[in-house]
């Protein structure tokens, strides 16, 4: 598959969606996603409900129209927001066969979360792209713990299958749902989770869980075992991950659609993608080795005085007309357009590489 259809247009794959988390590029604007030759964003469902609401986000024509962006929108589930909360304090709450009880003060005032609820709010969000809920795992959680995350995670996507087809009868143009695949590191988990939400029927399908084990090491078998575990004539989505030797690898073994913080986040610290000499071509990103860029830390003092660009391979805004001294000004003297300038340019970079990746 080389395009997404979606209600708001294709999507070329493989796709990249810089994350919009509360509706907003972060020191950005959607100008740059477009100018970048990206095609969606990823907006988050949980934070959204919190600030400002599912119910104003609609009345104000939900997030296309509250935004004003015209790409398409993917909306999580806010089902990993909880679980990592209550992962990381009980006291949160706690993940029930039905539902996720949370307690957003830790105290007696409670959320009930089901598997309609997740759909209700991304019917309001008006999203392109939604994912059904689902009970996220660690890799190293015992197998007993994966086994009831596959057993939830089948069950909810049974009723959010439900709930979306109920809701779409309403509209001209219906929106995608993804399930979601578990099973931990146990590829026969993992294996089970995917036949038994093929059998629910999806628009495409994402990895479930945590990528990297306990000392931080990225678990690419772990990313092999949900891709094969999902129909290759669907997309396989790589959910939260997104650097982007990471990306090129995935891409091999059939991931065509990423998000991440990392582009945007990486520009807030100064840090900007550049080129190897050489290596923006298809071959390029290809390498086995992943090194086919490097980090330009623009606040180095022997950027102070250079007058050529951050990357000469690059056409953003930044590169086409501002040299690497003028950006290190101002940076430091601390003027909000330095955030933005590199955040476009990253960005830039990201549609860059998905064009590379996607050509034959």
């Keep these: 598959m080389k395009v997404l259809e979606t209600p708001s247009g294709p999507v070329r794959l493989p ?101 309609e609820k997740c759909m209700q709010v991304q019917f309001q969000y008006g999203s392109d792209i939604m994912m059904a809920l689902d009970m996220c795992t660690h890799p190293d959680d015992p197998i007993e713990v994966q086994r009831r995350s596959v057993e939830l995670t089948v069950k909810w996507g049974e009723r959010c299958r439900a709930e979306f087809d109920k809701l779409a009868k309403r509209l001209d143009k219906k929106p995608l749902l993804f399930g979601i695949v578990q099973g931990g590191s146990d590829p026969q988990l993992r294996m ?5 939400l093929e059998a629910i029927g999806f628009d495409g399908y994402g990895f479930g869980g945590w990528p990297l084990d306990a000392e931080g090491n990225f678990r690419l078998d772990i990313l092999r075992m949900a891709a094969d575990a999902m129909l290759d004539n669907k997309v396989k989505y790589a959910m939260g991950l997104g650097r982007p030797e990471e990306i090129a690898a995935l891409v091999k073994i059939g991931y065509s659609l990423f998000d991440c913080v990392i582009p945007t986040r990486e520009a807030r610290h100064q840090r900007l993608y550049t080129w190897l000499p050489g290596l923006d071509t298809p071959e390029g990103v290809r390498r086995e080795d992943g090194k086919f860029y490097r980090f330009l830390y623009i606040l180095d003092d022997e950027h102070r005085r250079e007058d050529g660009p951050v990357d000469p391979a690059c056409d953003c805004a930044l590169c086409k007309n501002h040299s690497r001294a003028y950006l ?32 034959e």
């Design 15 to 115: 796709a990249f969606f810089p994350d919009a988390t509360y509706g907003a590029i972060r020191a950005g604007a959607f100008e740059d996603v477009y100018a970048a030759g990206l095609m969606g964003c990823e907006m988050n469902s949980y934070h959204l409900m919190t600030k400002p609401g599912a119910k104003l986000v609609k009345s104000l024509g939900g997030l296309h129209g509250f935004t004003g962006y015209s790409g398409a929108i993917l909306t999580d589930s806010g089902g990993f927001q909880l679980y990592s909360l209550i992962r990381e304090n009980p006291e949160y709450g706690e993940i029930r066969d039905k539902e996720i009880i949370f307690r957003p003060d830790r105290g007696r005032e409670k959320l009930t979360f089901t598997p």
């Design 192 to 196: 089970e989770c995917g036949r038994r």
């Design 328 to 359: 290190h000004h101002l940076f430091k003297v601390n003027d909000p357009y330095a955030l933005h300038l590199a955040t476009a340019h990253n960005l830039r970079f990201y549609g860059r590489l998905m064009e590379l990746l996607g050509h």
